[in-house]
């Protein structure tokens, strides 16, 4: 059974950081792309960021591009997002992604992604 958990969400003010983390189990983690995403109240969800298997490519949203970093330790079966500058409008529920790279699949899209977790709030105040 595939398991995603993310945690590190929680109330952090304006200009300030916060470092998410998503631990998977179940999978083939070093063979899946991951992503992040995120819904705001009241909106959709939206792609944030994804990362490569190998952690060779890295795509953001141009929302938080230059403020966010995804990274992954395949060694420890976990991706993060660390969140720099952060602003009120990051304020949402962030979701961890898995896809399965058994086919070629864009990675900034929802339906491109096999596993999903449960979700963490962030909170950001001005």
């Known amino acids: 059974q595939v398991q995603l958990v993310e945690s590190g969400g929680g109330l952090v003010q304006a200009g300030g950081s916060l470092r998410l983390s998503c631990a998977a189990s179940?999978?083939?983690?070093?063979?899946?792309?991951m992503g992040w995403f995120r819904q705001a109240p009241g909106k959709e969800r939206e792609f944030v960021a994804a990362?490569?298997?190998?952690?060779?490519?890295?795509y953001y949203a141009d929302s938080v591009k230059g403020r966010f970093t995804i990274s992954r330790d395949n060694a420890k079966n976990t991706v993060y997002l660390q969140m720099n500058s952060l602003k009120p409008e990051d304020t949402a529920v962030y979701y961890c992604?898995?896809?399965?790279?058994?086919?070629?699949?864009?990675?900034?899209?929802?339906?491109?992604?096999?596993?999903w977790g449960q979700g963490t709030q962030v909170t950001v105040s001005s």
């Open positions: 990362i490569s298997w190998s952690g060779s490519s890295t």
């Open positions: 179940g999978l083939r983690f070093s063979s899946s792309n």
């Open positions: 992604a898995a896809q399965r790279v058994n086919i070629a699949r864009p990675m900034n899209l929802i339906r491109s992604y096999d596993y």
